[in-house]
């Protein structure tokens, strides 16, 4: 069988900007493997065309976790179609900071070397080209001018100016901190995925670019200590699918599985799975995540829809002693979600933005389909702790301003938990969750080196989430975008 030049496996956030950019090249062949479906923008079904709202059940991988040891396990959703998990969320488009980037202390991830690409997958429709936004990318952002703010949304903005804090113009600029309108990759309330934005007609279109949707790739294929293809089922049929070079951008969760599958993990992992061990990396399967609580409210003589867009704001601050800008992320659910159901009531929500935690994903079976274990570990240091206590505090006091008191009474938890430091910190552990961005499974700077290659392993590169040393103190889809027009760069020039 005639071979690919570059073979990408997962049609995510970072698989769209790498299939993109790389099939650039008229000369190059790029074949994109996605495990979900493929839809073209005027066939999206409605949920995955609705920025408003996330979708979390139809094209999910059905993943579990277990945030902390005293919950059960519950959902962790995560995007199967093509698009991703950037097909299904939230559209918040942040950057997160500077020392962010800095303080990973990796040759060429500094943030003065990934601004450049920061601007190059934008088109920021509110600032256009400055110094620090550009307007001509692929991904448009823009921000919910107050005029479209909910009710809640503006009684929070209001409530994060009379405590004090400071309004924030621009989200995603160096530096920036306080309350402001979301960036965010909507338009219309039609959500912009990855997969909108770079696998555009005119792209699909190139000769030298196949897409192959429903086909899931089960692990990599070696010629001695060389990657030359992977093991991929579709259509019921296992065929082997050659490739001068394979990129991992199967998302946080994923892309350790086919690595452990395939032999490369901690040996221990492999070991348990009935896999010959190829190379041990001890720290695939770490995970990072941004730890969240939320207090939910019934609304008092406001309208709430459950057509509503979920978050339009945020407030980002610090409560904390460390080095960082921001350490909290708080924002106003104008709905309340849930996998299966929305519901019509209004919310408050905090996530730790540097949290110390790791949790770990284990890969218990050579089956693709078999769900990994996914223990989050949410919260379990002390540090963590009192920074979740401080934010929830920090969201009852922003709840008993004059502007938000009038707007709603919070119904959970109960109004002596919330006023009582004690029963608080009990509280917490038992109704933590993630912030839907797993990351960091395999390290860059442990697990592989500055260009996504694993040690000893040839023809390989993971180009994704995984690849985060530390998490952002943002949301991470576009930090997974500049990362992978990073790679795009690289790749472009490097062959192997
Ligand atoms: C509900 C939700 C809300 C979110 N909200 C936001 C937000 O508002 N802002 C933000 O910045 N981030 C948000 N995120 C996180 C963000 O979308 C992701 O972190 C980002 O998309 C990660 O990009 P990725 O390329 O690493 O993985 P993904 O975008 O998840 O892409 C991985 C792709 O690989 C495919 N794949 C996996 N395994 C295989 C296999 N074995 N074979 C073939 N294909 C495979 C998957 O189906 C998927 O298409 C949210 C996530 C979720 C789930």
Same mark, same amino acid.
């Given at each position: 069988?005639?071979?690919?030049?570059?073979? &990408?496996?997962?049609?995510?956030?970072? #698989?769209?900007?790498?299939?993109?950019?790389?099939?650039?090249?008229?000369?190059?062949?790029?074949?994109?493997?996605?495990? #979900?479906? @493929?839809y073209l923008p005027e066939q999206l079904p409605p949920d995955l065309a609705n920025g408003k709202q996330n979708a979390m059940s139809s094209h999910d991988w059905g993943f579990k976790h277990r945030p902390t040891p005293y919950m059960p396990l519950i959902p962790l959703p995560r995007g199967k179609v093509v698009g991703g998990s950037s097909q299904v969320n939230t559209c918040i488009a942040l950057r997160g900071q500077p020392l962010d980037y800095d303080e990973w202390g990796l040759d060429g991830w500094s943030w003065e070397e990934c601004l450049p690409a920061f601007k190059r997958l934008e088109n920021d429709l509110d600032f256009g080209d400055t110094e620090e936004h550009s307007g001509s990318g692929p991904l448009p952002v823009r921000r919910h001018p107050q005029s479209e703010w909910k009710p809640w949304t503006a009684g929070f903005m209001e409530a994060c100016d009379m405590l004090g804090f400071p309004y924030c113009? @621009?989200?995603?600029?160096?530096?920036?901190?306080?309350?402001g309108a979301h960036a965010m990759n909507k338009i219309d309330e039609r959500r912009i995925s990855a997969a909108e934005a770079y696998l555009t007609p005119d792209v699909r279109a190139r000769e030298n670019f196949t897409l192959s949707p429903l086909t899931l790739v089960h692990r990599l294929v070696y010629e001695g200590s060389r990657v030359v293809g992977v093991k991929a089922e579709r259509h019921g049929r296992i065929e082997t699918i050659r490739a001068k070079r394979? =990129?991992?951008?199967?998302?946080?969760?994923?892309?350790?599985? &086919? =690595?452990?599958?395939?032999? &490369? #993990?901690?040996?221990?992992d492999v070991a348990h799975i009935g896999v010959k061990l190829k190379k041990h990396v001890p720290d695939i399967g770490r995970l990072l995540d941004h730890p969240g609580n939320a207090l939910l409210f019934k609304p008092r003589g406001i309208e709430v829809s459950v057509d509503d867009p979920i978050i339009q704001c945020v407030l980002q601050t610090k409560v904390g002693h460390g080095p960082y800008t921001n350490d909290l992320q708080i924002q106003a659910g104008n709905i309340i979600p849930t996998k299966w159901k929305t519901f019509a009531g209004v919310v408050l929500m905090v996530s730790l933005q540097k949290p110390a935690h790791v949790g770990r994903i284990r890969v218990v079976?050579?089956?693709?389909?078999?769900?990994?274990?996914?223990?989050?570990?949410?919260?379990?240091?002390?540090? @963590?702790? @009192? =920074?979740?206590?401080? #934010?929830?505090?920090?969201?009852?006091?922003?709840?008993n301003t004059k502007a938000l008191r009038k707007l709603g009474r919070c119904i959970y938890p109960t109004r002596p938990v919330l006023r009582s430091r004690r029963l608080l910190k009990r509280w917490i552990p038992t109704a933590s969750d993630s912030g839907y961005h797993p990351s960091g499974?395999?390290?860059?700077?442990?697990a592989a080196d500055v260009r996504g290659r694993i040690e000893g392993i040839d023809g390989l590169r993971v180009c994704d989430a995984s690849l985060f040393p530390t998490i952002p103190s943002s949301n991470i889809h576009i930090p997974t975008l500049m990362l992978a027009e990073r790679f795009a760069q690289w790749l472009s020039d490097d062959r192997d």
């Open positions: 069988m005639e071979q690919v030049d570059t073979l &990408i496996v997962g049609a995510g956030a970072s #698989g769209a900007v790498l299939a993109n950019r790389l099939s650039a090249d008229p000369n190059h062949n790029v074949l994109l493997l996605e495990a #979900g479906p @493929d113009p @621009d989200t995603n600029a160096a530096g920036s901190t306080g309350f394979v =990129l991992l951008c199967g998302g946080a969760v994923a892309t350790p599985g &086919i =690595l452990v599958r395939s032999g &490369i #993990g901690p040996a221990t079976s050579s089956d693709p389909r078999v769900r990994p274990h996914v223990q989050s570990a949410l919260n379990s240091n002390q540090p @963590d702790r @009192d =920074l979740a206590l401080r #934010g929830v505090e920090l969201l009852g006091e922003l709840a499974t395999v390290p860059m700077g442990s």
